[in-house]
């Protein structure tokens, strides 16, 4: 076991590394306040899914709360309430993360709890079956939600032939049609040390905190990589033309959903594309923002977000027309907007202003333990933790000809797909 890589973040020393099982490990020392957070993070999410089993990501990450024969059903959450603690759990497209935080004198139990369920989850049957009916819940709440409908409607077509055009809840057929040992087998498949990537960050002593997690991983038996089935997944390439489609809502509001499929994750046109979406949605001075609300009143709300994955990303921009406004007209002011970023070079100053304010984001998403956390560890499992340093240097390198090249390239209105969710009875507008 030896240091492999080294490095500061947010007045946190890094060091990684390597258990002789494969387990990845950050060790991030910072003691601001004595607060530990343990994350580990598994490198599986729905892109790792076969067609069939849709969905079973995120419903192993409920079933991993629901017992071991050292944690019966419920004792996880009242030995974290019980020491004043905090755990939570989440499902991404590219990877799984359970997360605790406790006081700095106790935070050692997240290991305990950690180890014993990657190598011991019982997957007990009528619990299985039980838990299916809460996600099939979740997943029906979900539909009651307008601009998730749309959005995934959007998605399914900018990612036709790969599991990202699949939500990550799954589908209701899918996920009725599972058995128990479908987990079973997924959860062998994918659950295992070097598959993984923990990291304890806070108020530690790292030579102390690697022997505690070699004293609780040291004995999880390897997988062999052979033993690993992920699906084929195709290239994500270009659209070959704009696709248009159009959802309907029982309401009287006109929602609007652009997405494009763009560059690779930590690529120049990644850093690039974070900027845009400050520069069009970021604040009261921000283009789409100033025109389409402050200015001609054409909409009531508008985002955009640069949305990264281990595959290949997307650029989102997300708009509801004002009342009384043709959605065309809301349409053709976005069209406007982008095809001047495509065009024009944008001045320094707002550069400037675009970079202070996604270091500002930074900065803020570093402050508790558990958000530097995830911060270190998504990008460990998703390209290398290292590239979360560099965020600032990447950003001063992207130069106003650089933006309006990467906006020509990515934001055309020929590779993108637009949805509308109209009220019910409006007609389609292609």
């Not at 709360?65 to 996880?76: N, R, W």
């Not at 299985?128 to 409908?149: I, T, Y």
Request: hydrophobic residues 40%; contains cysteine; glycine residues 8%.
């Amino acid at each position: 076991m030896t240091a492999r890589k080294t490095g500061t973040k947010a007045g946190a020393k890094i060091s990684e590394k390597h258990l002789g099982n494969g387990l990845r490990v950050l060790l991030v020392e910072r003691h601001a306040a004595p607060v530990v957070a343990v994350l580990l993070l598994y490198g599986v999410g729905s892109r790792d899914e076969h067609e069939h089993e849709s969905g079973l990501s995120h419903f192993l990450e409920h079933m991993m709360f629901k017992g071991t024969a050292a944690y019966p059903k419920g004792q996880i959450d009242l030995v974290t309430t019980a020491l004043g603690g905090n755990n939570n759990a989440f499902t991404t497209y590219d990877h799984t993360g359970y997360w605790f935080e406790f006081a700095a004198d106790r935070w050692e139990q997240a290991l305990e709890i950690e180890a014993d369920r990657m190598g011991g989850l019982l997957l007990d049957e009528d619990e299985f079956r039980a838990e299916k009916a809460v996600v099939l819940e979740e997943l029906s709440m979900g539909e009651d939600d307008p601009w998730r409908r749309l959005s995934r409607e959007v998605q399914r077509c900018l990612f036709p032939r790969h599991p990202y055009g699949r939500p990550v809840i799954g589908y209701p057929d899918t996920l009725e049609a599972m058995d128990v040992d479908d987990m079973r087998d997924f959860y062998r498949r994918h659950y295992h040390p070097g598959n993984a990537t923990l990291v304890v960050c806070g108020d530690i002593a790292p030579r102390r905190a690697l022997e505690s997690v070699r004293l609780h991983f040291g004995g999880v038996p390897a997988l062999p990589e052979a033993n690993a089935d992920h699906p084929r997944r195709p290239p994500l390439g270009d659209l070959s033309a704009q696709v248009r489609l159009l959802c309907h809502w029982d309401d009287s509001s006109r929602r609007l959903c652009m997405a494009w499929p763009t560059a690779t994750l930590a690529s120049d046109a990644d850093y690039a594309l974070d900027l845009l979406t400050v520069l069009l949605t970021t604040g009261r001075l921000s283009r789409l923002y100033r025109r389409l609300i402050q200015e001609e009143g054409l909409a009531t709300s508008v985002s955009a977000s640069n949305d990264m994955r281990t595959d290949g990303g997307a650029f989102w921009i997300f708009a509801e027309c004002a009342e009384g406004v043709e959605p065309r007209a809301l349409e053709a002011a976005i069209d406007e907007e982008i095809a001047r970023l495509a065009t024009e070079l944008v001045p320094k100053r707002d550069l400037n202003r675009a970079r202070q304010i996604l270091a500002a984001s930074a900065a803020h998403e570093s402050e508790t333990v558990s958000d530097l956390a995830d911060d270190l560890g998504g990008w460990a499992v998703d390209y290398d933790w290292r590239e979360s340093l560099r965020a600032e240097e990447r950003l001063a390198r992207i130069t106003p000809s650089f933006l309006r090249q990467t906006a020509g390239r990515y934001l055309m209105p020929s590779r993108r797909v637009l949805g509308w969710s109209l009220p019910e009875g409006e007609e389609d507008l292609s």
